[in-house]
T-cell receptor, first 112, second 111 residues
Framework: DAKTTQPTSMDCAEGRAANLPCNHSTISGNEYVYWYRQIHSQGPQYIIHGLKNNETNEMASLIITEDRKSSTLILPHATLRDTAVYYCIVRVARQNTDKLIFGTGTRLQVFP | DVKVTQSSRYLVKRTGEKVFLECVQDMDHENMFWYRQDPGLGLRLIYFSYDVKMKEKGDIPEGYSVSREKKERFSLILESASTNQTSMYLC??????????FGSGTRLTVV
């Protein structure tokens, strides 16, 4: 199963872009990259996902390298409410298996 | 607003008790999941279901069973609770493609 590697923690000033990197060098060709975040004592919240192409939604942008071995989540204008643990995840979905493989995540602290 | 609802936010049970954790989703999702989250270990999959009455073991099924009699409901059962099952339990649902939606979690303490 593919695994992801993320920095343990990052800081970002409010109003600036937060760029969260992730390595997933063992990802397979048909496995999607997902990003979730978790605020203390709540369930993980879906942010965005992608396979090969860059993706954007109302929350964030996802940039995936051409070789698919790494990706970056971009929060374009971080706010204090974006302080959370961010997980870069590979979804493994094949016969009789469907799961998200969570790593240890990046603790993002947004400061005023 | 789409939702995954877990019946209890906090539970305290005694060792040896049979424990039921209930999860309901209102999105008509085919897939439903039970994970547990422990410090330093992240989220680990216990069981998942891709259809009514269908279930598959995840990475740590020992000591647990599940039931899915209706599409919207997925129950996790601890047949005989033990202290090492003290954890945060998270239910999720999804279509076969797309994001999972997680519930708020049930923090179970077994004493």
């Amino acid at each position: 199963d593919a695994k992801t590697t993320q920095p343990t923690s990052m800081d970002c000033a409010e109003g600036r872009a937060a760029n969260l990197p992730c390595n997933h060098s063992t990802i397979s060709g048909n496995e999607y990259v997902y990003w979730y975040r978790q605020i203390h004592s709540q369930g993980p919240q879906y942010i965005i996902h992608g396979l090969k192409n860059n993706e954007t939604n109302e929350m964030a942008s996802l940039i995936i390298t051409e070789d698919r071995k790494s990706s970056t989540l971009i929060l374009p204008h971080a706010t204090l409410r974006d302080t959370a643990v961010y997980y870069c995840i590979v979804r493994v979905a094949r016969q009789n298996t469907d799961k998200l493989i969570f790593g240890t995540g990046t603790r993002l602290q947004v400061f005023p | 607003d789409v939702k995954v609802t877990q019946s209890s936010r906090y539970l305290v049970k005694r060792t040896g008790e049979k424990v039921f954790l209930e999860c309901v989703q209102d999105m008509d999702h085919e897939n439903m999941f039970w994970y547990r989250q422990d410090p330093g270990l992240g989220l680990r999959l216990i069981y998942f279901s891709y259809d009514v009455k269908m279930k598959e073991k995840g990475d740590i099924p020992e000591g647990y069973s599940v039931s899915r009699e209706k599409k919207e409901r997925f129950s996790l059962i601890l047949e005989s609770a033990s202290t090492n099952q003290t954890s945060m339990y998270l239910c999720a649902s999804s279509f076969p493609v797309g994001g999972y939606t997680f519930g708020s979690g049930t923090r179970l303490t077994v004493v």
